[in-house]
């Protein structure tokens, strides 16, 4: 096994054609992904992946995420009434922020996936919960150790999988026959279904599972990060109102913050690679590997290297980014990988956390407490999330 921070490796591993897959990701040891997600775009190889991509990518351009905008608007509308409806004297107190990005961002690709509203805003439905549970399940040890020995959570685990694939077929059955007007707007079911080789219900679900997944957690744990960091400093806090103010989501200072979140506390803060070919290969660096060798490269050890970044790296410092004109150009800016297999949800993420972002800060000011700041602890499970919750002040702005 090697871990490394190496840009050259980096780059040698991540722009290893997929087609080819002489670099792969490896098995999914818990045997969890592959029940949910089965042989979806997460999960395949080569030309199956390839098929994948080409058919999902359509759905991710800058014009399909600018239409879902709306969406968007609406469902953050919508927890922004939540959380007003819970003020006294125009204060939510004791807000567990995780828990609410986690709900508004399932809700909105659930909206955006099977045109389904979840309403886990207004604490109509666990279901956000579930896949937390799955998520917990995956990084579990003795599912690691072996994907066959029968676990007690197993019938939990099978469960929650059941109801995702039955929520599934209910959209695909809806939107086929045009009935009922709770699935509407479903972007990404609609291109599945609608795409020129008639795919089987169950490469449906495994795409539909995976953008329930990839598409809420990774960017709950982003806004999650962003507010934290804009309590504890609140003076660029009060700078960044005073742009979005001004100019809503198209605030500079909103980009830098959001790079800057990325950079310190990368959601995915690992990509790993198995060697896939019969033949030994070499590294940059002239680093011989066996065939069978994992890679496993720290995204996050990269963004904080004082090589790249100065002797800051460790710092919030969102006016570092002030005189980049373009991150995703950075070859030690990595948040959502690089290559062919580069995150297909970027764009839509980037517009998604700047709305969200925008209209929250324009609603409230946001505090925390010195005790709920002594609770932050980052923990890495698949993704890079907190370990504790923490529970923030809103404050209306009048
Ligand atoms: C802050 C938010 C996000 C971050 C940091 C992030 C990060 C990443 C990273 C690092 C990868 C590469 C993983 C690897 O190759 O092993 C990836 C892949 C992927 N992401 Fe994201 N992601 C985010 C949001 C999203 C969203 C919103 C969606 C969907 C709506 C999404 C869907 C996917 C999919 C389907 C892949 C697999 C692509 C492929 O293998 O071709 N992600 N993401």
């Known amino acids: 096994m090697i871990f490394t921070k190496d840009l050259e490796i980096c780059k040698y591993i991540l722009s290893a054609s997929a087609e080819i897959g002489d670099y792969r990701k490896p098995p999914d040891s818990s045997g969890v992904m592959i029940k949910l997600a089965r042989n979806s775009i997460l999960m395949s190889e080569e030309s199956q992946w390839k098929f994948h991509r080409s058919l999902l990518s359509p759905s991710f351009t800058g014009i399909q995420c600018n239409l879902m905008k709306p969406i968007i608007n609406q469902c953050i509308d919508r927890q922004i009434a939540n959380l007003l409806s819970l003020s006294k004297n125009d204060t939510v107190i004791n807000v567990d922020i995780q828990k ?7 809700d909105i690709i659930g909206q955006l996936s099977i045109g389904y509203n979840f309403k886990s805003i207004e604490g109509q439905s666990e279901i956000s919960n579930h896949f937390t549970f799955i998520l917990n399940e995956m990084i579990k040890p003795i599912r690691r150790l072996s994907s066959w020995i029968p676990l007690p959570s197993d019938w939990l685990l099978f469960r929650y999988i059941r109801e995702f694939d039955q929520i599934t077929i209910m959209a695909i059955n809806h939107r086929k026959q045009g009935t009922s007007s709770m699935y509407k707007s479903n972007f990404l079911l609609d291109s599945l279904i609608s795409s020129k080789q008639s795919l089987n219900q169950d490469v449906i679900i495994g795409n539909i599972n995976t953008f329930l997944l990839a598409g809420h957690e990774t960017s709950s744990n982003l806004l999650t990060f962003v507010y934290y960091l804009l309590c504890k400093h609140q003076s660029i806090q009060e700078e960044l109102y005073q742009q979005i103010n001004v100019l809503q989501e198209n605030s500079p200072l909103l980009d830098w913050v959001i790079n800057e979140t990325l950079r310190l506390y990368p959601p995915a803060p690992m990509v790993a690679r198995s060697r896939h070919n019969k033949y030994d290969d070499i590294l940059p660096g002239n680093i011989r590997i066996s065939h069978d060798t994992l890679i496993l490269i720290s995204i996050y050890a990269i963004h904080r290297d004082t090589r790249h970044w100065g002797e800051d790296a460790n710092q919030f410092n969102p006016y570092r980014w002030k005189d980049i004109p373009d991150a995703s150009r950075l070859p030690y800016f990595l948040p959502f990988s690089q290559g062919s297999r580069i995150c297909i949800g970027k764009q839509f993420t980037q517009i998604e956390s700047k709305l969200i ?42």
Not at 100 to 106: D, G, I, Q, R, V
Not at 357 to 377: G, V
């Open 100 to 106: 609410e990005n986690t709900k508004l961002t399932f």
């Open 357 to 398: 972002i925008s209209k929250m800060l324009q609603t409230f000011h946001l505090q925390i407490s010195k005790a709920e700041e002594s609770k932050f602890k980052i923990y890495q499970r698949a993704t890079l999330t907190i370990k504790n919750p923490i529970h923030l002040i809103l404050n209306k702005r009048l």
